[in-house]
T-cell receptor
Framework: AQSVAQPEDQVNVAEGNPLTVKCTYS??????LFWYVQYPNRGLQFLLKYITGDNLVKGSYGFEAEFNKSQTSFHLKKPSALVSDSALYFCAVRDSSASKIIFGSGTRLSIRP | EAGVAQSPRYKIIEKRQSVAFWCNPI?????LYWYQQILGQGPKLLIQFQNNGVVDDSQLPKDRFSAERLKGVDSTLKIQPAKLEDSAVYLC????????????FGPGTRLTVL
């Protein structure tokens, strides 16, 4: 069975500081990993994905994520946070042998000026 | 390109009433998904279509929920009769063929059951 965990309900960061939003996963096969962002009253927007290849994946709005197979993690990072990054972030995983994608419970990112 | 369209955006009904949601995916996307997102939680897959066939409906409460995707394009999700616990945002998403493809989400329908 596949699962994904986002251990932090909320992350608070000062503008200009680096940010990290954590995600760990469990799959039986090879993982396909995704990050999405959700703004109030909006659907989810795709940020980035890892399918294969380089462990460091770059995505939209200056975000990047690092795939770590030994730690089964896919943490989302940004070198310098903006107030406009404040939103709800979801990690998602799909086992390469399955069709269903599983979403984490979400992490609310709050960037203070 | 146009995004995923959903209607209505908001719906308020009494319990035991019925309700239907509509979704039009991005043109050419073979896979269509319906998710339920309860406040404070991540989206939960209700049903996944590949063209007009069902790939996964293991988490769809089939005694009250139904969905169809006639002609492999747009889709409707119906709840009959609704319960209080059905209050949630219902998200539709689509993706191109291929398991590595990301999903594109519509704005969602916020359902309130009183």
């Amino acid at each position: 069975a596949q699962s994904v965990a986002q251990p932090e309900d909320q992350v608070n960061v000062a503008e200009g500081n680096p940010l990290t939003v954590k995600c760990t996963y469990s799959v039986s096969g090879n993982p396909y990993l995704f990050w999405y962002v959700q703004y109030p009253n909006r659907g989810l927007q795709f940020l980035l994905k890892y399918i294969t290849g380089d462990n460091l994946v770059k995505g939209s709005y200056g975000f990047e994520a690092e795939f770590n197979k030994s730690q089964t993690s896919f943490h989302l990072k940004k070198p310098s946070a903006l107030v406009s990054d404040s939103a709800l972030y979801f990690c998602a995983v799909r086992d390469s042998s399955a069709s269903k994608i599983i979403f984490g419970s979400g992490t609310r990112l709050s960037i203070r000026p | 390109e146009a995004g995923v369209a959903q209607s209505p955006r908001y719906k308020i009904i009494e319990k035991r009433q019925s309700v239907a949601f509509w979704c039009n995916p991005i043109s050419g996307h073979a896979t269509l998904y319906w998710y339920q997102q309860i406040l404070g939680q991540g989206p939960k897959l209700l049903i996944q279509f590949q063209n007009n066939g069902v790939v996964d409906d293991s988490q769809l409460p089939k005694d009250r929920f139904s969905a169809e995707r006639l002609k492999g394009v747009d889709s409707t999700l119906k709840i009959q009769p609704a319960k209080l616990e059905d209050s949630a945002v219902y998200l539709c998403a689509s993706s191109p063929t291929g398991q590595g493809g990301e999903q594109f989400f519509g704005p969602g329908t916020r359902l309130t059951v009183l």
